[in-house]
């Protein structure tokens, strides 16, 4: 499938097509926007819209509207090829931050390379009780510098609610943490997402991220999903493209705050 093609069908089926994400998620669709709303926990924002230089200050002040409304922070995932050409420079005049771009990449599983094995003395554990959600968190911690409690409490709920959409997984060395990252499955697609891959600086460059991305996409290929989507740092972006993932086009997140 060319890149193209493949860029549309991502837009479709998780976008536009946008399925709630965990418990007391709730999807709003309008002819002009695809939004989530959830709890405070949880993600609230624009996933997918429709805009023209016409109506668009209109539509993102309705969206505002809607998530103060509700006492939320929102996020307008702004994706390179959305309309209008200046969408962002609109958010910013309407309130939003954006946050650092990244790239959005795709990956087909059955053409990736997959045989990657986490560096010796490491082992790669999955997370199935609060303990294990505990250390995730402990990890996005230190290596992002942000508060890991929202993190904590989504995983959580996700994981008891037994919809088997997110699984999480521990790297672990000497069985101390050291790196963490998550798959979400779409379900109703043929796509899954790869979130929250960090590692700790002093194992970076050991191979421990690669074998995290090989170790993901083997599950995702297990619960029958073709393809794998990352919203790729500068960082991560090598690898990706060694592994066989294409940059399709850029992805900003721009958040709100009521």
């Known amino acids: 499938m060319d890149h193209a093609a493949l860029l549309a069908l991502f837009d479709a089926e998780v976008r536009r097509g946008a399925r709630p994400d965990g418990p007391g998620a ?8 695809v939004r989530q709303t959830a709890p405070e926990h949880g993600w609230n924002g624009v996933l997918w819209s429709a805009l023209t230089e016409r109506d668009a200050d209109a539509v993102i002040a309705e969206q505002i509207s809607r998530f103060t409304g509700l006492g939320r922070a929102c996020e307008w995932k702004l994706y390179g090829h959305d309309r209008p050409a200046d969408l962002g420079r609109r958010l910013v005049a309407a309130g939003f931050t954006p946050g650092p771009d990244e790239t959005l990449m795709i990956g ?8 990657a094995a986490p560096p010796e003395g490491v082992d790669l554990v999955p997370v199935t009780d609060p303990a294990g959600v505990a250390l995730v968190a402990a990890v996005h911690e230190r290596v992002f510098g942000t508060d890991g409690s929202r993190l904590r409490r ?5 994981l008891a609610d037994g919809s088997g959409t997110v699984s999480a997984v521990l790297a672990l060395a000497g069985g101390e943490p050291v790196s963490a990252a998550r798959l979400e499955l779409v379900p109703g697609t043929g ?16 191979g421990v991220y690669r074998a995290l991305v090989a170790h993901r ?4 290929a297990e619960h029958g999903c073709r393809y794998l989507q990352v919203d790729a ?10 592994l066989g993932f294409a940059a399709l086009t850029t992805t900003t997140p721009c958040v709100h705050l009521p």
């Open 26 to 33: 709730r999807i709003e669709r309008t002819a002009a926007v």
């Open 108 to 115: 087909e599983i059955a053409a990736l390379c997959l045989d």
């Open 154 to 158: 989504d995983l959580l709920a996700r």
């Open 191 to 206: 796509f899954a997402g790869l979130w929250g891959g960090g590692t700790l600086p002093s194992w970076r460059g050991r």
């Open 217 to 220: 996409a083997r599950t995702a």
């Open 233 to 242: 740092s500068a960082e991560s972006r090598p690898v990706l493209e060694r």
